[in-house]
């Protein structure tokens, strides 16, 4: 290695020195390093968190899958770009491609977004086998840790194997691990598309914006695991002059532990990386799925909507089943031309979305864009827009009859059809939110060769196509909200929160402390206001606390509910409304990441240093527990009031983080949540 860099271009934060063939980028806690070898070859040859190194030994910043060897840069030349941005450029020798990585650098918040772009300049096509967007070699040492997350799995077990986060000790890796997307191609049907490098003092977290088919494979070799994070099982025939982007990789460094890094990643998220979100959000939600399914109608609804908005809700979704053509004998019949239907609702979706509105709420509507009826009329008309795979359409495999077939997204005609019809919806029935649903994966995807991608990066393809139209959505219906939902949070990435508002997080639902368990996992990853989840048939006040980790609603017929019950809700509104400025700020998990028979969550507002500690008891013998809050200022006193009655205490900042807090519950299950504020300077001079 060499030592400090003769610096042609830096700001302090990006050096390069293309004589010394050393590129740098230095911030807080992040810094990574590329040297080019004697032979030529530009590695990466540090990448540091805090004080330590996690590369163990140089490696190439790109490789061909089917080559017998990672291929390294030659003639790499480096630019910086605003500053804030080194762009590396260099030839791949076998292949004679170029290729261009960027790289990307949020500097107080030690973030690095990485981006390859590869390049065809040679005079001939060139196969590209699976690509990964990162490659890294990373020490087999017993003191730090690799980290993956289990995505949003059907999961009626407590503890939940949906959003469990999984460490194994960098020295007790096999020979060949690998995780991914589920077999079905949802990006996080098993997997979240994250992992994170931990020790004592902090780590690395690395997410990778992709919401297809992935992988993170880890191999050993000798003292070494090699890593690669990226697109899997694809491959493309790059036509001279053609250029493909990878999917970009975001690497955050931190310091602490996993709750800072959280907290850090979080904020960057949503800071940098997600739509903008309107004021008082999350919305209080009120779904009809679960306490109606498909059997519905303006009537019924509007019932539920006068409940719902007395009640506090503050968005109304009509959810499956507001469109014509559903038989009895096939749950997927009249998809694909989202047509209201009049029989259900006589006046139109438009009239029964201003009602919604006169009663203080937004209007909400479920679509599947992606999933068609094969015997419709958009597939009578446009057989050939359908993903096939072996000549056959790809079909969502169902026990009770016909399940749909997916169309392909690599088809641009399809991308252009399917933009227009969703803008069509949201105009014509007034949708001021709209729950996009995706029940179904492409499997290896679509490998037709006539829809205008190759034969073997259909999902690929379809990929990229819904992101072109989730875009063009956006740009049309600016103030539109989208909530990403795949069967309850298969599909939830970097990718799709890039475009969406919030994700339903888990068709399973039912049970407060698997809900709850659920967006405590997530959250490592995903803001919380992203986590979507509602109350169903269970609702006491600690069934409702469950939800209010993340974004928080009900679905359930509330025209059956008892007088006891509103009022329970309604102390659950006005509880959620106090929690809600809090959900964009830091969050502790004072029971750590995972399940006991007790989880206590503070959560602290982002601008004024209050918080909240949420506490839930779920088994177990022990009726209290002491926790030991981050106490954001140890000066003043503080003012904890429990939500479960009795006199406000005070207690110093020192006491409160040296000895902690008892919370005490005697219900099983059962919650309280403490309010903690500090008092004025006045008092606290006086005091
Ligand atoms: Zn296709």
Not at 301 to 313: K, M, P, V, W
Request: glycine share 12%; hydrophobic share 40%.
């Amino acid at each position: 290695m060499q030592g400090p860099v003769d610096v042609a271009v830096s700001d302090g934060t990006i050096a390069a020195s293309p004589e010394a063939g050393v590129w740098a980028i230095e911030t807080p806690v992040l810094a990574l390093r590329w040297e080019r070898d004697r032979g030529g070859d530009t590695r990466l040859v540090s990448l540091r968190t805090g004080g330590r190194e996690w590369v163990s030994s140089p490696v190439p910043v790109f490789a061909i899958a089917g080559s017998s060897m990672p291929v390294a840069f030659e003639d790499v030349e480096a630019t910086v770009v605003d500053g804030r941005s080194l762009r590396l450029c260099g030839r791949v020798p076998p292949s004679g491609l170029t290729v261009v990585m960027s790289v990307t650098v949020y500097e107080p918040d030690s973030v690095v977004v990485a981006d390859i772009e590869v390049e065809n300049r040679t005079g001939g096509d060139v196969e590209l086998g699976s690509l990964s967007s990162l490659h890294l070699t990373v020490p087999r040492d017993g003191d730090a840790s690799l980290a993956v997350l289990a995505g949003g799995r059907w999961d009626e077990s407590l503890p939940p194997r949906g959003y469990r986060l999984q460490t194994t000790n960098l020295d007790e890796i096999g020979r060949r691990v690998a995780v991914g997307a589920a077999a079905d191609g949802r990006s996080s049907g098993e997997h979240v598309p994250w992992f994170a490098l931990l020790d004592d003092a902090g780590g690395l977290l690395a997410a990778m914006a992709w919401s297809g088919r992935w992988q993170l494979g880890i191999a050993r070799s000798g003292e070494d695991n090699g890593l690669t994070f990226g697109i899997s099982d694809f491959s493309h025939r790059l036509a001279p002059g053609e250029k493909l982007a990878l999917p970009s990789v975001v690497l955050a460094g931190f310091a602490g532990d996993l709750d800072d890094g959280a907290n850090a990643w979080r904020r960057w998220v949503s800071r940098y990386w997600m739509p903008s979100t309107p004021p008082d959000w999350p919305w209080i939600q009120y779904n009809h799925w679960y306490a109606y399914f498909g059997d519905i109608d303006a009537e019924r609804l509007l019932e539920e909507a006068r409940l719902a908005a007395t009640a506090g809700c503050e968005v109304f979704v009509i959810d499956d089943g507001w469109f014509r053509g559903r038989r009895p004998d096939s749950y997927v019949a009249g998809w694909g031309d989202w047509v209201e239907d009049l029989t259900r609702f006589p006046d139109g979706l438009r009239a029964f979305g201003e009602q919604v509105r006169s009663l203080g709420m937004r209007f909400g509507l479920w679509v599947e864009p992606e999933r068609v009826d094969e015997d419709g009329d958009l597939v009578r008309q446009h057989p050939d827009w359908v993903a096939t795979r072996r000549g056959g359409p790809i079909r969502k495999p169902g026990s009770d009859g016909p399940e749909g077939v997916h169309l392909c997204l690599g088809n641009p005609e399809v991308q252009r059809w399917m933009t227009d019809e969703i803008i069509r919806v949201v105009r014509d029935y007034g949708v001021d939110w709209l729950k996009w649903d995706y029940n179904m994966g492409y499997g290896l995807g679509c490998d037709a060769e006539d829809h205008g991608h190759q034969s073997t990066d259909g999902h690929f393809a379809h990929t990229h196509g819904l992101y072109a139209v989730l875009a063009r959505l956006r740009a049309a219906c600016p103030d539109l909200v989208i909530e990403n939902c795949a069967s309850g949070g298969h599909r939830i990435d970097l990718g799709t929160l890039r475009h969406t508002h919030t994700n339903w997080v888990s068709d399973y639902t039912h049970r407060a402390a698997i809900c709850r368990q659920h967006v405590q996992g997530a959250g490592l990853v995903l803001p919380l206001v992203h986590l979507n989840t509602w109350a169903l048939e269970d609702r006491d006040l600690s069934d409702f606390r469950s939800r209010m980790g993340g974004a928080f609603g009900v679905s359930s017929f509330m025209g059956r509910w008892t007088a006891e019950e509103r009022a329970t809700f309604e102390q659950a509104v006005a509880e959620y409304r106090r929690i809600r400025p809090c959900l964009t700020g830091d969050r502790y998990l004072l029971t750590g990441p995972w399940h006991g028979d007790w989880d206590a969550w503070q959560i602290v507002h982002p601008s004024d240093v209050s918080f909240a500690i949420l506490a839930f008891r779920d088994h177990g013998h022990v009726s209290e527990i002491r926790v030991h809050p981050r106490v954001p200022d140890m000066d003043r006193t503080w003012r904890i009031e429990r939500a479960s009655g009795g006199t406000a205490e005070t207690v110093s900042g020192r006491d409160l983080a040296a000895n902690g807090i008892v919370i005490s519950i005697e219900e099983v299950p059962g919650s309280e949540i403490l309010w903690c504020s500090p008092t004025s300077p006045e008092a606290d001079r006086t005091g």
